[in-house]
């Protein structure tokens, strides 16, 4: 599965943005998909993830109540709705595809990475 990440870009404190994956293939349904991020300086974290039907889906504690994650197989699209945002949410934003649902808060459980979109959020 080859996978873009778009919809990054610069917003205040308290703002929302919506990411978007889209993936290619016909497998992608298959699979459950991640979200993880990236700072400068610092390594890649777990932010959310989703199985492959849409029906189950996981936070990290810091997202929880703020981040919402979702999909669309019909658009082979996994989707990251982002809301009050705040400065430390600043990062790269990666999605990628689970091996399996064993863990879904590990960075090796995870493969097919896409190209990551910045997100910035001023304060």
């Known amino acids: 599965v080859q996978l873009q990440a778009s919809g990054g870009g610069l917003v205040q404190a308290g703002g929302s943005l919506r990411l978007s994956c889209a993936g290619s293939?016909?497998?992608?349904?298959?699979?459950?998909m991640g979200w993880f991020r990236q700072a400068s300086g610092k390594e890649r974290e777990f932010v959310a993830a989703?199985?492959?039907?849409?029906?189950?889906?996981y936070y990290a504690d810091s997202m929880k109540g703020r981040f919402t994650i979702s999909r669309d197989n019909a658009k082979n699209t996994v989707y990251l709705q982002m809301n009050s945002l705040k400065p430390e949410d600043t990062a790269v934003y990666y999605c990628?595809?689970?091996?399996?649902?064993?863990?879904?808060?590990?960075?090796?459980?995870?493969?097919?990475w896409g190209q990551g979109t910045q997100v910035t959020v001023s304060s």
């Open positions: 990628a595809r689970a091996r399996d649902g064993s863990t879904w808060s590990t960075v090796p459980n995870y493969v097919d």
């Open positions: 989703v199985a492959w039907s849409g029906t189950s889906t």
């Open positions: 293939g016909r497998t992608f349904s298959r699979y459950g």
